[in-house]
């Protein structure tokens, strides 16, 4: 049951986290946008002159395909880590005051899909520069992903935020895991680059398996995997159910182990 | 529940392992030490605690340092979860065990109003019809877009106060509340308490003995060697001035 005032809340989580990012910056606001943006210039400018042509794509293809990847990666990172910390960061106000514990983690996970949603637009932008034409049901599928993807980590996080209250070292251990993950989903170069016999570390890691699909529907059009992302989906809800029972029940006990 | 009961301990115990040497929570002890159990050191902050907590009471918890005052309210409160026996609330309980909960010294004064205002219970809409009334009487209308880090402690006391005041709930726990301001932030605490006074039940903790033989309705003793007494405010308030 959620009241009006835990609305009013997980707002006013999101917007405190929102606003402490860009406090004191003369830009404020528009380092959201500028931040990737220029970000993904860089990264463009340096791959597409290092690689040239790449596969069986034009480089202006190779752009959208280098951002697309990133984009599903970034998100995947920030959910997870943040989702993760959630709540040891508010360790203070989990001992002061009896609120919902799960508006904390919710509150994570949505900055992470904020900054999803821009990134995408950027990349949107970026690409509709370059003339690449994107369809309909392309980026509906990729919605389609992303929201797979949140539910998914909003379900991890159920455990994972509880877990670090009692072994700290899972922030350091989920900082190399996720910096292998990077290189093991194929982000900067398509598939095909890697050697045949390494390439079932791309085909078994979901995020790869995103990344791949998210690339065909911007890219091609094609709507690859359909059966791989409503799995996905359905272990998602899965996720979020189950997490949410583990959760509601060690929460309670996490106050006396901060 | 007994419609007239506004709290209810029913023989609860606490207990803390704590670690004498420090806690263990990185994975390096555990792997360097994997057969060496930790050594705790039992303790004891509450032991078969029971009383009740009347409609409109005012009820105040005394009693030296490390006798269990703190994890009472925390358990009260929903933070801390007893090991054996229930607590029961009857209504909203908001815990007010430290003033100012969740402020951020980068925010403005008003974005702290809605931050804090929020995390004990109020709706934006609320807030937005208080908003004014907050900072006339906190006395700080001109200071409303200011960084709370730029405020003189005594200001962010006087402002978290003012939000405290309009909080909605039938139940308070108020922890000490009294320690931080001045005189003057005492005077009007004590306004509030005459205020309340038989409209809300408050379980109240403090050392301010005189404070609390005044605005109690019964006092509970707790004791270091974990027995109690519960009583008239004069008689319990005595009695514990002649034990030190």
């Known amino acids: 049951m959620l009241s009006k005032n835990d609305i009013d809340l997980y707002k006013q989580f999101v917007k405190t986290i929102f606003k402490m990012r860009y406090k004191g910056s003369i830009l404020g606001f528009l380092w959201v946008l500028l931040k990737p943006f220029f970000m993904f210039i860089i990264l463009f400018v340096v791959f597409s002159s290092v690689s040239g042509q790449v596969g069986n794509l034009t480089s202006k293809q190779y752009a959208v395909y280098l951002l697309s990847g990133l984009v599903i990666y970034t998100f995947f990172n920030e959910g997870i880590t943040w989702g993760m910390g959630s709540i040891m960061e508010r360790a203070n106000l989990i001992l002061k005051i009896n609120f919902k514990r799960d508006i904390v983690v919710i509150s994570a996970l949505t900055m992470a899909l904020i900054n999803f949603c821009i990134n995408l637009m950027i990349v949107g932008v970026i690409g509709t520069v370059l003339d690449i034409q994107f369809s309909v049901i392309g980026v509906s599928y990729i919605l389609l992903i992303g929201l797979v993807m949140f539910l998914g980590m909003y379900g991890i996080s159920f455990f994972t935020s509880i877990w670090m209250v009692y072994v700290r070292d899972l922030a350091h251990i989920a900082e190399l895991g996720l910096q292998l993950m990077f290189y093991a989903s194929a982000v900067f170069f398509p598939i095909e680059l890697i050697p045949e016999r390494y390439r079932f570390v791309v085909e078994y890691n979901p995020i790869a398996i995103y990344i791949q699909t998210v690339r065909e529907a911007l890219t091609h059009k094609n709507i690859i995997n359909l059966d791989f992302i409503l799995i996905s989906l359905a272990v998602a809800i899965v996720l979020v159910l189950v997490g949410r029972l583990y959760f509601k029940h060690s929460v309670k006990r996490v106050a006396e182990h901060f | ?244």
């Open chain 2, 1 to 244: 529940m007994n419609e007239n009961i506004a709290i209810k301990v029913n023989n609860v115990s606490k207990q803390f392992k704590v670690p004498v040497k420090g806690q263990r929570n990185t994975l390096q002890e555990r792997f360097l030490t994997p057969f060496h159990k930790t050594e705790h050191r039992e303790f004891n902050a509450l032991k078969n605690l029971s009383f009740e907590v009347k409609k409109g009471e005012f009820f105040s918890v005394i009693g030296p340092n490390g006798a269990g005052k703190s994890t009472l309210l925390k358990i009260v409160s929903g933070i801390y979860v007893p090991d054996e026996g229930e607590v029961l609330v009857n209504g909203d309980l908001v815990p007010f065990l430290e003033l100012g909960v969740g402020f951020n010294p980068d925010l403005s004064a008003r974005e702290n109003v809605y931050l804090n205002g929020t995390i004990l219970g109020l709706t934006k809409k609320e807030l937005d019809e208080y908003i004014d009334g907050i900072f006339d009487f906190a006395e700080l209308r001109d200071f409303a877009d200011m960084s709370i880090k730029n405020f003189s402690s005594g200001m962010a006391v006087r402002l978290a106060f003012s939000i405290a005041i309009r909080v909605k709930s039938d139940v308070l726990v108020l922890d000490e509340v009294l320690a931080v301001g001045d005189a003057e932030f005492q005077r009007k605490c004590y306004a509030y308490f005459d205020k309340i006074r038989g409209q809300k039940s408050i379980l109240y903790v403090s050392h301010a003995l005189d404070s609390v033989q005044k605005y109690s309705d019964r006092v509970l003793w707790l004791k270091e060697d974990k027995t109690y007494e519960i009583g008239e405010p004069e008689k319990i308030v005595n009695a514990y001035r002649n034990a030190n």
